[in-house]
């Protein structure tokens, strides 16, 4: 009955605050289009290069990821998204008259984008990324718009949410946008260069990095100033790192370049990518261009030093037990001394997956083992083989918590109920 | 490729050749490469339902998946011979029965009609029935009827698995694996296939699943 007491909890907060957020929405009503735009507008829709345009930036904003079934039609929606207070399903996209945008124009769709309203003003889930889309210019919006009408449409009828009592009303919506909601497009900071701010537009805005990147509060709310400070990701149960590149920050270390590396073929010198970040490259990141990859590093590069966690460091007792099994299942691959071989084996030696605040990735990682993703860059990824099967939850949690603790690493041990949980969850 | 698939050779064995057990990763060296890339698809859609299949196949593309799949299906490797399993003649005839002949009162077709008279299978796409543990064989069984392993279009195996009565599964299942395989079980050229698989099994035909 925890859902009955958050849910209680909401419903003040919402009574509370109620007043002051309509106030709040009312003032952020969207500019409809004057006639004059509207004819602009039109034959946007139609230029082979507006559409082109679109499709890159559709990309970059991985709208395919959410509104594609497994297996099923491009951007026909039909995918259920887990979040704690229930399922959302991803709509359908395509310009189906029936079932899709066809009828909608482009100020329906701004107004999705950009304010989070579907086309007759209902309150959408911020599941749905808008609290970051928001900052995407209307040029943008409109070259992705005019892709989406380009696609051939697909007749798929909206799924039903699973979302429970209050949060099945979408009113209950207004007191959560009124706290976490501010509607805007990126503002360029003349004291920056025009490549920091296309990368600060690009992390902020279509790139939805936040969106994983930062912690959420009880109400999966993110704080403006935990802003890409790394977070837990409600339902999926792996750790999004810290990307701050500078002391203390998850990505200490990482230079421009390895920043563009893993974005791009989905491996760097640092660590490569797994789980919901290798769908993010192999979906999104790896087809971005050079300039865009580059003003994305630039940006990370220049996040502050982040405070260091004060830990008093205690060595796992199980550390010669844990190394046995380090020799034994993983040296092969991950060297001797944790440094992998190039371009092959990641290195663990200094690898925010392993040493991350939470042991979760590291742990996850043994247990499916699996591919870095397949991009154009790097077409045949090697792969770990899942150790779910052979080794026990004290071996896993040994030999995790010897490479958080070994060579320059000096995190946390992992005790075996750890590894317990983690087995259960769900990889889907 | 030895060493990129290194994930796969962990469950099914150094070379394909399926876990010692035979049910926990079945066999893949020597299958049809056109059927093994299929099932790596049909995992990735989650049409075939496996979570650290679908988990270790999900971030690769279709070129490499082909050359996966073909590199498993040349591998050429002795097959194990299971144990018998401890079942009566009786089940066993029954099984025979099933495999060679079908069961024509409830329409199902014996399994050779489709699976060859070898029972070896076809190239690309028709997989052998030989060398496979009985126990594997049940599940497949088990899991088209319940819609867990699917194909798409024509849904061959779900209408059998469907039309055959639940005892016939562990019968067919307990005489394959038992059955002496022949000496060569390379899948059959594509050209063997001489008898026509029937209408509802066949991608594009009209004649709707009866």
């Not at chain 1, 107004?111 to 599941?127: D, E, M, N, S, T």
Request: with cysteine.
């Amino acid at each position: 009955m925890k859902w009955l007491r958050r849910g209680a909890g909401l419903l003040v907060v919402l009574l509370l605050i109620g007043a002051a957020a309509w106030w709040y929405l009312a003032r952020d009503r969207s500019m409809p289009s004057t006639p004059v735009q509207r004819g602009a507008e039109a034959a946007a829709l139609v230029d082979p290069a507006r559409i082109e345009q679109g499709r890159y930036l559709a990309t970059v904003g991985d709208c395919a990821a959410c509104h594609t079934a497994r297996g099923g039609q491009p951007y026909a929606g039909g995918r259920s998204l887990a979040t704690p207070f229930g399922d959302v399903p991803a709509p359908n996209i395509t310009p189906d008259r029936d079932t899709g945008i066809g009828q909608w124009s482009f100020d329906d769709f701004w107004a999705a984008l950009h304010l989070g309203k579907g086309r007759h003003g209902q309150l959408l889930y911020p599941v749905f990324s808008y609290t970051s889309f928001t900052k995407v210019t209307r040029d943008d919006a409109l070259s992705i718009f005019a892709y989406l009408k380009s696609l051939p449409p697909v007749n798929q009828p909206a799924q039903p949410t699973g979302l429970e009592f209050p949060y099945n009303v979408r009113s209950s919506l207004v007191a959560w946008r009124a706290l976490y909601f501010k509607p805007g497009v990126y503002q360029p900071d003349p004291a920056q260069s025009p490549q920091w701010n296309r990368g600060a537009y690009l992390v902020q805005g279509l790139g939805h990095c936040n969106e994983c990147h930062a912690p959420r509060d009880s109400l999966g709310g993110i704080e403006q100033s935990q802003h890409l400070t790394g977070g837990q990701i409600p339902q999926l149960d792996w750790y999004a790192p810290d990307l701050s590149t500078r002391t203390g920050g998850g990505l200490e270390g990482w230079s421009a370049q390895d920043v563009v590396d893993l974005l791009k073929t989905g491996q760097s010198s640092k660590g490569s990518a797994f789980g919901p970040m290798a769908d993010v490259v192999r979906l999104s990141t790896q087809h971005m261009t050079d300039a865009d990859l580059q003003a994305v590093a630039t940006y990370l590069q220049s996040l502050p030093p982040r405070a260091p966690v004060a830990s008093a460091f205690q060595q796992a007792s199980s550390h010669e037990q844990g190394g046995k099994l380090y020799a034994k299942q993983c040296a092969d691959c991950h060297g001797d001394n944790g440094q992998g071989v190039a371009g092959v084996y990641p290195p663990l030696d200094g690898n925010t997956s392993v040493t991350g605040p939470t042991s979760v990735n590291a742990i996850r990682s043994v247990l499916l083992g699996g591919f870095a993703p397949a991009t154009a860059a790097n077409p045949r990824p090697y792969s770990m083989p899942p150790f779910a099967q052979q080794l026990d939850d004290e071996d896993v949690a040994a030999v995790v918590s010897y490479i958080r603790q070994s060579w320059s690493n000096k995190a946390g041990a992992v005790n075996p109920a750890e590894v317990s949980r983690s087995r259960h969850t769900p990889v889907d | 490729m030895e060493q990129r698939v290194a994930a796969c050779t962990s469950c099914h064995g150094a070379r394909g050749e399926g876990s010692p057990d035979g049910v926990l990763a079945p066999r893949l060296a020597g299958k049809p490469a056109g059927y093994l890339l299929q099932q790596l698809e049909y995992f990735q859609s989650g049409q075939r339902r496996h979570a650290p299949m679908e988990y270790v196949v999900r971030q690769l593309s279709q070129p490499y998946l082909r050359q996966i799949a073909e590199y498993f299906a040349a591998q050429d490797l002795s097959y194990h011979r299971w144990p018998q399993p401890a079942v009566s003649a009786e089940v066993l005839r029954r099984g025979e029965q099933l495999v060679l002949h079908g069961d024509p009162a409830r329409a199902v077709p014996s399994c050779v009609s489709c699976h060859g008279d070898k029972l070896t299978g076809f190239e690309p796409m028709m997989p052998g029935l030989v060398g496979l543990s009985s126990d594997y064989i049940s599940n497949q069984l088990v899991s088209w009827r319940t819609h867990t392993r699917a194909a798409e279009g024509p849904y061959c195996m779900g209408v059998v698995a469907n039309r055959m009565r639940e005892p016939d599964i562990a019968a067919v299942a307990a005489w394959l694996a038992s059955h002496e395989p022949p000496a060569d079980m390379h899948p059959q050229p594509a050209t063997a296939q001489t008898t026509p698989l029937p209408g509802w099994c066949v991608m594009g035909h009209s004649e709707v699943n009866p």
